[in-house]
T-cell receptor, first 113, second 115 residues
């Protein structure tokens, strides 16, 4: 019930392309869905977040699409750049899990120049 | 504004020893959460403290404990270290607890290696 499933495990995209990472959750009580970006040697950094009453949120080149009925959400990175190469984690919070973040397994994104 | 500070950055300990990790949250933040990150298990929640009280606890053995001081700084302790405790331990701070949309800011972590 508390799991968040993330795919793909790794992704290689050409510079300028679109990177898409998908997540699915089970717990319908989750009410906050953030995405984190992590570079080697650093902690995760909040990239963008969405609440279930919104179907899409865009911040610069990053967009979250949220499908409440399917219990899925995705991160789209437009015009991907080599500097976007990092590990991306989706997460969810809420319900009986309280304030804890339940993370997906992570996606290693490589953007080739 | 200073970020979340974790000390030490790296630590090597022997199996059976104990270790204490420290976390200083962003000024004004009263909630501190701890996570363990490993290649096999990913990011897993350890516990959360708010106003010196443990508010939430993950599924870890009692060897893992923590506390929070009146200035919101937090420490976590692992006793009787096992090889499987080798991980990156991350601290995250937040202004509040439990509310929707509170952003969590992570530190760079403490890399613990148990030999």
């Amino acid at each position: 019930q508390q799991q968040v499933k993330q795919s793909p495990q790794s992704l290689i995209v050409q510079k300028g392309g679109i990177s898409i990472i998908n997540c699915a959750y089970e717990n319908t009580a989750f009410d906050y869905f953030p995405w984190y970006q992590q570079f080697p040697g650093k902690g995760p950094a909040l990239l963008i977040a969405i609440r279930p009453d919104v179907s899409e949120k865009k911040e610069g080149r990053f967009t979250i699409s949220f499908n409440k009925s399917a219990k899925q959400f995705s991160l789209h990175i437009m015009d991907s750049q080599p500097g976007d190469s990092a590990t991306y984690f989706c997460a969810a919070k809420g319900g009986t899990s309280g304030s804890r973040l339940t993370f997906g397994e992570g996606t290693q994104l490589t953007v080739n120049p | 504004k200073a970020g979340v500070t974790q000390t030490p950055r790296y630590l090597i300990k022997t199996r059976g020893q104990q270790v204490t990790l420290s976390c200083s949250p962003i000024s004004g933040h009263r909630s501190v959460s701890w996570y363990q990150q490993t290649p096999g298990q990913g990011l897993q929640f350890l516990f959360e403290y708010f106003s010196e009280t443990q508010r939430n606890k993950g599924n870890f053995p009692g060897r893992f404990s923590g506390r929070q001081f009146s200035n919101s700084r937090s420490e976590m302790n692992v006793s009787t270290l096992e090889l499987g405790d080798s991980a990156l331990y991350l601290c995250a701070s937040s202004p509040g607890t439990g509310g929707r949309g509170y952003g969590y800011t992570f530190g760079s972590g403490t890399r613990l290696t148990v030999v």
